[in-house]
Every structure is written in structure tokens, then in C-alpha cells.
Nanobody
Framework: VQLQASGGGLVQAGGSLRLSCVAS????????MAWYRQAPDNPREVIAVINDVGTINYADSVRGRFTISRDNAKNGVYLQMNNLNLEDTGDYYCNAYIQTDGLRFPIPYWGQGTLVTVSS
């Protein structure tokens, strides 16, 4: 099972970016999917989560500016980021709890980081 993230880049403050992450491989189902952010010299933090029935939660720092969504047919999770500010700079990681055949419960998988740099 692999998660492939894409969509990072350089953007001016106030701008927008859309991150994508798609799961591939052999698995039974995907439970929750999430986006994490790791700013320079800071620990990785969860910023948005969506579960398998569409319940969503956001970190206070991104609520109202970021929107998480998922496309179950494509095994994808997306993060629309609007009104970006300098504090949004960091590596963004997708995460998914995936149930594979033979396991009793889903386990977490991580995509590679995609760098978002917000300039003034």
C-alpha cells in the first residue's frame, strides 16, 4: 500500500493551493484520512481529518481557510488551502488508516511530504 501526495509549491501570501493524495495497492478499505503539517523546527501536527462517513475536523489554525475532502472511488484525499499565510509554510503529509486483508484492524500509512512555501 502506498500513498502518493502532490500539489505543494511556492505561493504568495493570500494565495491558494490544492494538495492531493491517492492510495494505491491491495487493501480492503480506507477508514479515516488526514493531512498533517510540519513547520520548520516544529513537530508534525494534524490539521484536517475526514473519516469514512465524511465527518470532518480541523485544527483551529486552518479552520475557515482549508477544506478537506475525499473521493472514495479514487481512494483520494484532498486539501484545498485558501488565504495562505506565512505560518502555513511546511511539509504536508497525508495519512490514512487502511484495512488490508489478513489484519484485524486498520493501520496508518503515510504519504511522502509535499512542501508548501508561502512567501510575503
Amino acid at each position: 500500500v502506498q500513498l502518493q501526495a502532490s500539489g505543494g509549491g511556492l505561493v504568495q501570501a493570500g494565495g491558494s493551493l490544492r494538495l492531493s493524495c491517492v492510495a494505491s495497492g491491495n487493501f480492503v478499505s480506507i477508514n479515516s484520512m488526514a493531512w498533517y503539517r510540519q513547520a520548520p523546527d516544529n513537530p508534525r501536527e494534524v490539521i484536517a481529518v475526514i473519516n469514512d462517513v465524511g465527518t470532518i475536523n480541523y485544527a483551529d489554525s486552518v479552520r475557515g481557510r482549508f477544506t478537506i475532502s475525499r473521493d472514495n472511488a479514487k481512494n483520494g484525499v484532498y486539501l484545498q488551502m485558501n488565504n495562505l499565510n506565512l505560518e502555513d509554510t511546511g511539509d504536508y503529509y497525508c495519512n490514512a488508516y487502511i484495512q488490508t486483508d489478513g489484519l484485524r484492524f486498520p493501520i496508518p500509512y503515510w504519504g511522502q511530504g509535499t512542501l508548501v512555501t508561502v512567501s510575503s
